[in-house]
Nanobody
Framework: QVQLVESGGGLVQPGGSLRLSCAAS????????MGWYRQAPGKQRELVAI???????NYADSVKGRFTISRDDAKNTVTLQMNSLKPEDTRVYYC???????????????WGQGTQVTVSS
């Protein structure tokens, strides 16, 4: 009954910027951690950035200083501002959130469907 929907992916030149957004909807009581992950073909999904309910953030070393994660709890959204993009940032990016549903007693991890980011000239 809960779903995450990403938006904002696309094609950008090296050095450019993109802003990814993810909106959670459904029978939601509370959202704990929210984050972004990315995956290349044949590779494991890897952490990009996480923001906690308390506002703390963690970033992968490869994106520190270039990407910024933020959340809006009133709108149940998380955003990833991606600057100074490099070809190696080309991946499918997935939104993740730990969500307490109205009809459950535990937080459950939910994933978006993924959005493609391509950095190329």
């Amino acid at each position: 009954q809960v779903q995450l929907v990403e938006s904002g992916g696309g094609l950008v030149q090296p050095g450019g910027s993109l802003r990814l957004s993810c909106a959670a909807s459904g029978s939601i009581l509370r959202i704990n951690d929210m984050g972004w992950y990315r995956q290349a073909p044949g590779k494991q999904r890897e952490l990009v950035a996480i923001t906690s309910k308390g506002g703390g953030t963690n970033y992968a070393d490869s994106v520190k200083g270039r990407f910024t994660i933020s959340r809006d709890d009133a709108k149940n959204t998380v955003t990833l501002q991606m600057n100074s993009l490099k070809p190696e940032d080309t991946r499918v990016y997935y939104c993740n959130a730990g969500i307490l549903r109205m009809d459950r007693t535990r937080y459950i991890d939910y994933w978006g469907q993924g959005t493609q980011v391509t950095v190329s000239s």
